[in-house]
């Protein structure tokens, strides 16, 4: 349980989360899951929970923030994974397609590395097609450039954290507004679905939540209650999410309204039920050892498997044959990346923390 203001260690249970999501993004992309998408709203909501967590942590223990190491942090971790896979399908487009289709996915991996496929995307501008998946890696780098940069500032500002809350909350907020009234007013889902400013309130909802665990805002009383309560809403959020991602399109007008938001929230009570409920049954489901090392290896998952299954389905490989090849392949090359290349840069972040 946080008491006062904490420092956020290494959590089995949120690789654990993350292995659920990615399970259902996979799914949903090989196109038996309906809902599975929402596997990248909880990656938001874990995205700007844990970022802001250990960014406020280190202003504590610190009394200041180094972007230039998170920003090194982030590039190791994310970069040369990404960088490796664009490579290899710059390769392959130059030996097995024409010229013409080849020069289109160059241009298409050059705009996945800049991470712009977000906005590519919303405004129909040359938005790339086996490499489409790298939409949400964009709005995730969007992100870690702009909100380090406020937090720092609001840190320095203000020494009274429910000053951040009200600016985390309320971005949020405003976010989910927008979407809201984009979505009444003629906004196509496209544009809806893969701008960062309709799609903030994910992460912010994140940093909320991150903002209030690590600054120990709350009573203990509070706590208690809190407590006390989740031994329900736990497994009621965890029903819910599995719920949506059975049921739900992503691209139906009532998600945009408030089906986005809803399982952001739902994200969150699952979050808080991990880190606080010491009898959080849901924790002893995602702690569980396969899942917890599928979330350790989800990044090579989610860049890998989305080109893999394109590239499958353009050989007119269909059916069980496809489920197997497609996740033995996407499995196979993850598991390499994460243990002979991610693991080992890894080692390098610790040069760059404060």
């Excluded at 690590?214 to 208690?224: C, F, I, P, R, T």
């Excluded at 999410?241 to 929230?265: Q, R």
């Excluded at 998952?301 to 080109?307: E, Q």
């Excluded at 590239?311 to 497609?326: D, E, P, Q």
């Amino acid at each position: 349980m946080f008491e006062g203001r904490s420092k956020l260690g290494y959590i089995p249970a949120l690789d654990g989360l993350r292995g659920m999501a990615i399970i259902g993004v996979m799914i949903y992309h090989a196109g038996i899951l309906k809902g599975g998408s929402i596997g990248v709203d909880m990656f938001f909501v874990l995205s700007g929970f844990l970022i802001t967590s250990l960014l406020i942590s280190e202003f504590d223990g610190y009394g200041s923030i180094n972007l230039k190491n998170f920003y090194i942090r982030r590039i190791l971790r994310l970069a040369p994974a990404l960088i490796v896979m664009l490579i290899v399908y710059c390769l392959a487009s130059f030996v097995v397609l024409s010229e013409e289709k080849a020069n289109r996915n160059y241009i298409d991996a050059l705009i996945s590395v800049a991470y712009l496929t977000n906005w590519a995307r919303a405004f129909s501008i040359h938005p790339p097609d086996f490499l489409g998946h790298t939409w949400s890696l964009s709005i995730e780098e969007q992100f870690y450039i702009v909100w380090p940069t406020v937090l720092v500032l609001l840190l320095r500002l203000s020494n009274k954290r429910h000053h951040i809350l009200v600016v985390a909350a309320s971005t949020a907020l405003l976010s989910w507004m927008l979407r809201l009234y984009l979505s009444m007013n003629g906004s196509s889902p496209i544009r809806l679905y893969n701008g960062l400013d309709t799609r903030a309130d994910a992460l912010m909802v994140g940093c909320t939540l991150g903002v209030v665990l690590v600054s120990g805002l709350g009573s203990e009383n509070a706590y208690k209650t809190l407590q006390k309560h989740l031994v329900i809403l736990g497994p009621l959020s965890m029903i819910g999410l599995l719920t949506f991602s059975v049921i739900v399109y992503w691209g139906d007008p009532w998600m945009f309204h408030y089906g986005y938001f809803i399982v952001e929230l739902l994200t969150a009570v699952l979050v808080l039920d991990l880190l606080i409920n010491q009898k959080s049954i849901i924790r002893k489901l995602l702690v569980t050892r396969w899942l917890v090392w599928v979330g350790s290896i989800s990044y090579g998952l989610y860049i890998w498997h989305f080109p893999i299954y394109r590239t499958l389905h353009a050989m007119g490989v269909r059916g069980s044959t496809f489920i197997v090849l497609s996740l033995f392949i996407s499995f196979t090359i993850a598991t390499l990346s994460y243990y002979a290349m991610e693991k080992p840069i890894l080692k390098f972040k610790k040069r760059f923390v404060s």
